[in-house]
């Protein structure tokens, strides 16, 4: 059982350029959302989904467009990035069912440094 | 979601006890107490779920008193890998709930030999 999925790894990126970093599920999760992570700091919540075709914005999700098509994908696009997006990016997913939505599995993370 | 407030580090050395502690004054009706674990350059990873009095699993307890304003993550016997960032997320566990999960700053635990 994969759990999430994350790619890339590792990215570096121009200013300006665009990307699409990738996060799946094979839990049948209803909900999944993005964060980022700078160094020394916590969590912050960029973008989240309760369920296909719906999302919604978190604390930070300037710069950032999300989609949810189908339950297992949920991709995080960079318009135009900026050095201020260099950071690390953790996509999570949990079941909105039974009461286990607090309860997060997380991928392994994407490093992202924008140059 | 309901706002916390937890130490930003702890020392303590291995084979001790360790209890971090949380709070979250404006805790909802609804809401259950989550406490999650990160090592450097990893995601975090859940440990304990609780809602109200004791809590306890093969990794550790969670103490919530009966006016649920505090939580207290106690980690048993720690060794030097528990060294790691601990967050407290307190927030609507329902189904159905729309509201984005958030963490805070959580609490930096360094365990020494």
């Known amino acids: 059982n994969a759990g999430v999925t994350q790619t890339p790894k590792f990215q570096v990126l121009k200013t300006g350029q665009s990307m699409t970093l990738q996060c799946a599920q094979d839990m049948n999760h209803e909900y999944m959302s993005w964060y980022r992570q700078d160094p020394g700091m916590g969590l912050r919540l960029i973008h989240y989904s309760v369920g296909a075709g719906i999302t919604d914005q978190g604390e930070v999700p300037n710069g950032y467009n999300v989609s949810r098509s189908t339950t297992e994908d949920f991709p995080l696009r960079l318009l135009s990035a900026a050095p201020s997006q260099t950071s690390v990016y953790f996509c999570?997913?949990?079941?909105?069912?039974?009461?286990?939505?607090?309860?997060?599995?997380f991928g392994a993370g994407t490093r992202l440094s924008v140059l | 979601l309901a706002k916390t407030t937890q130490p930003i580090s702890m020392d303590s050395y291995e084979g001790q006890e360790v209890n971090i502690t949380c709070s979250h004054n404006?805790?909802?009706?609804?809401?259950?107490i989550t406490w999650y674990q990160q090592f450097p350059s990893q995601g975090p990873r859940f440990i304990i779920q609780g809602y109200k009095t004791k809590v306890t699993n093969e990794v550790a307890s969670l103490f919530i008193p009966a006016d649920r304003k505090s939580s207290t993550l106690s980690l048993p016997r720690v060794s030097l890998s528990d060294t790691a960032v601990y967050y407290c997320l307190v927030g609507d566990d329902s189904g159905g709930g729309a509201d984005g999960l958030t963490f805070g700053k959580g609490t930096h635990l360094i365990i020494q030999p």
């Open positions: 999570a997913s949990s079941s909105n069912r039974g009461g286990a939505k607090n309860i997060q599995y």
């Open positions: 404006n805790i909802a009706t609804n809401d259950y």
